[in-house]
């Protein structure tokens, strides 16, 4: 629960904007519009909530341009209310305090470059090698494998995994459970049995990316694995080796992208969709939820392959069909050229 | 392996039911028909198993009323034998033993508040401020972070995460890998970057609540994400920020469920389906499994999206017109109408 | 970084396959053709990258029969480069060492036997009764249950966890956050409530497995759950309680495999793939990305239902009239009908 209030007129000195009516009055942290009480902030980014602002206790709003007037109460107009908001949260929710310094618990081992200001927490541990930047957080239970790199100012909470060699750039945010550097799926046939190629790629993490809890990232097999500055990746992700993701792109719980493909920036990638290994995909591109990609995609746009559901008894008779479809096809085409002949 | 034996009486004493046969046989552990012995009693809720009852060495059974009179093997005759079975099983087959006490290797933060009777693993990491409820037991090398609150009678296998203020109920079950109240997927895009909405809510767990290893449940962006009562998690299930599961809701592995989505109450999910996120699911709905639910579901009924496999070749011929289903339907309706202006 | 070299004869002598050009150069690590420089060797598999030998700086080359004599540059002909190459990076890159002994921030209970030669991570948790072969590696902050048995010369990276009485083979490489024997998903219900079924079995591994990071395998309702040798497992795959997955088969990642289905040996799984519970799949299957099985596979073949993805307005057309195939399907037979009766 934070302590710190701010008037109005303090947050617009700090963030910008406009503050409209009563901008003197205080508030200490952000709130739904259907929980807010007195003493917090509210926002409005979709018009259609609008209905809501009248019953809520909020003591005061963020408001896009388009509806500053719409309302009495104190209020910062933005030209981004969401963005605002974040800002403003933010302020309010910096990241969970750690002490600084090594849990007496945690083992680092003597060959370990630990920078000012790291917090290393209880039963860590950090293996020969490693160099850990300034002002970085390693939750507890963490393993930090030989060599790795963290840069300044990360926060890896408990339990994550990464492997020797990887590297993380800035303010690197890495959630619990989650895998960085574990060999890709590398196997030569021979005779029946799996031959082991091994991965002696990296894993190389840009600035500001943030991982979620469970997701996994492989090492290259010969190159590296890449994800680029500003990626966003949620939970139980698969990322193959010697993928690369470009930089912005963000991309939504339980995908799985395959060995080789390069994805562009800027890109989003909705939940559990999956990319076919060694295929490009161009900037800007937008895939759905559920989809399939089999192949490059050069332009950018919106693509699809998720089905629509329906009652089951419904779905069965359709579904049935699908088997069909060629035959379906060939029929329509017997049929019309029936009547292009009856026609002559 | 159980040291115990039970004679059919007193099994009969302990859970109902009636004791057919020669009731004073002992047995003392469960068994399939096929590995069963003579110490083992087994039990047939699937008539369709009844030709393996001959062959099986099972000591004694397990049976509905319906085939009461068909052995004359020892048995017991109940209601619902698959129940009465799991009740059995449960009473020779306690969760592992794990001694109350925390062990040297724990480090628990003074802050933090334990019953009496809570066991707490090796290497388990318990921060400020936390409290455990008596009789709890809290695997090796669990995280349980800072002000979490953890019911009594909890079962927390090793190298489970617990994020800061998340609350579970009493009696809940946490299996290994599980992340609970990990960073919700909350984005804010500005210039082409994204700005990060901190995630403020918790996840607050109901009682009796059993959830998988390696499934990951978000805190909620504001308010809170909620797993009610009784609802049972499998593996690998992804729980996005706000979503709110109805009680007794069981779902299969491999689900992904996006952000405030409301799942109703005796709900059941097949495998590796995914619901939007911003959808209502009404009580008493049945998702089969590999189904994309992507509106709200008002009335209870089994929803399918998931698609029949064919062999290869065959799939081919069919998916390829997937493409031309709209002009199919179109030259559909041209014949129609050709051949009603003909009959004209 | 390898510090040793080799000349082709040397490999050869020891690999077999024909050293052709200069047979003393010397390399020391294996690498891409764009990557490497002139102490690296490189193969070319796919005659499709020939083209790319011209410029790669590589000292040496594996190449198969066909392109033995289309390069001057020393090179090693194989009859199975790629194979060739994976024996050649496997000298090269042994898995990274780990000093023999137990850590002393490691909790090993004193009825645990470990064999000479094993590696105990840092803060790694060895439960009562756990026994452990020879050489076999123990990562940190893993954690084996109680009476598990892990074989010789097995690779467990951080953070892997064993619950208690499963069994590992020989030369078994387990990769971070993966979960072998947590209970399968075995629930009874009752009056609108779930009974859990206690999961008794085991997870039973052969030797040479390997399974990736993040995947969970559950031990078994009565009986156990097996994984033969030789199976190859990628990331974040699920494997239900009491499944069989017959020997050398290679499973890609996200797939889920629900309970008592039993895979053949030979099989090969593509990414995200679903098998239905309680089915039989022969051996020498392969099964197409995103493919959902839903009954038994009697025949070595291929098998798909992965849909093709288009650009999202055209997929919406033709989306739309999947809910309509069996309207179609049913006016087509109505139009063929009407003009064989016409033709009458």
Redesign the interface.
């Known amino acids: 629960m934070p302590d710190a209030s701010y008037s109005l007129s303090e947050l617009v000195r700090r963030f910008g904007g406009e503050a409209l009516g009563e901008a003197a009055v205080r508030v200490s942290?952000?709130?739904?519009l259907?929980?807010a009480q007195a003493h917090h902030i509210s926002f409005l980014s979709n018009p259609k909530y609008r209905s809501q602002v009248a019953q809520s206790a909020a003591g005061a709003l963020i408001v896009g341009r388009d509806m500053a007037d719409q309302f009495e109460r104190p209020r910062i107009v933005a030209d981004?209310p969401?963005?605002y908001?974040?800002?403003v949260?933010?302020l309010?929710?910096p990241p969970?305090a750690a002490e600084p310094g090594v849990?007496a618990?945690a083992?680092v081992h003597p060959t370990a470059t630990i920078a000012h200001g790291v917090s290393i927490?209880?039963?860590a541990?950090i293996?020969r090698g490693v160099a850990i930047g300034a002002n970085s957080v390693i939750?507890?239970?963490c393993?930090i494998?030989?060599d790795a790199r963290i840069g300044v100012d990360c926060l890896l909470?408990?339990?994550v995994?990464v492997?020797?060699a990887c590297e993380l750039g800035e303010r690197v945010?890495l959630?619990?459970?989650c895998?960085i550097g574990?060999?890709g799926?590398g196997?030569?046939?021979?005779a029946?049995?799996?031959?082991?190629?091994?991965q002696?790629g990296r894993v190389l993490i840009g600035d500001?990316v943030?991982i979620?809890?469970?997701t996994?990232v492989?090492r290259g097999a010969?190159?590296d694995t890449v994800i680029e500055t500003?990626v966003?990746l949620?939970?139980?992700i698969?990322v193959?080796h010697n993928v690369r993701i470009g930089a912005?792109t963000?991309i939504?719980?339980?995908t799985?992208i395959?060995g080789s493909a390069r994805i562009g920036a800027?890109c989003t990638i909705g939940?559990?969709a999956?990319i076919?290994g060694h295929i490009e995909i161009a900037d800007h591109v937008?895939i759905?939820?559920?989809?399939?990609?089999?192949k490059s995609l050069t332009q950018p746009?919106?693509?699809?392959?998720?089905?629509?559901?329906?009652?089951?008894s419904?779905?069965?008779?359709?579904?049935?069909?699908?088997?069909?479809?060629?035959s379906?096809?060939k029929?329509?085409r017997t049929?019309?050229k029936?009547?292009e002949d009856g026609e002559k």
Not at 29 to 32: G, K
Not at 301 to 311: D, K, M, N
């Open positions: 942290q952000i709130a739904s259907s929980s981004n969401y963005v908001f974040a800002r949260s933010a309010f929710n969970p849990h618990s083992v927490g209880a039963n541990v293996e939750g507890a239970g393993v494998g030989p909470y408990a339990n995994t492997y020797h945010i959630h619990s459970g895998v574990s060999d799926f196997l030569a046939p021979e029946g049995r799996w031959i082991k190629i091994p002696i500001d943030e979620g809890a469970n996994t492989d010969l190159d500003g966003k949620d939970n139980q698969q193959a912005h963000a939504a719980a339980c799985g395959a800027h939940g559990a999956m076919f937008n759905s939820t559920n989809t399939l990609i089999t746009g919106t693509y699809t392959s998720a089905l629509p559901f329906s009652e089951h419904v779905w069965l008779k359709n579904a049935v069909q699908m088997r069909h479809l060629d379906m096809a029929r329509l049929l019309e029936k009547l």
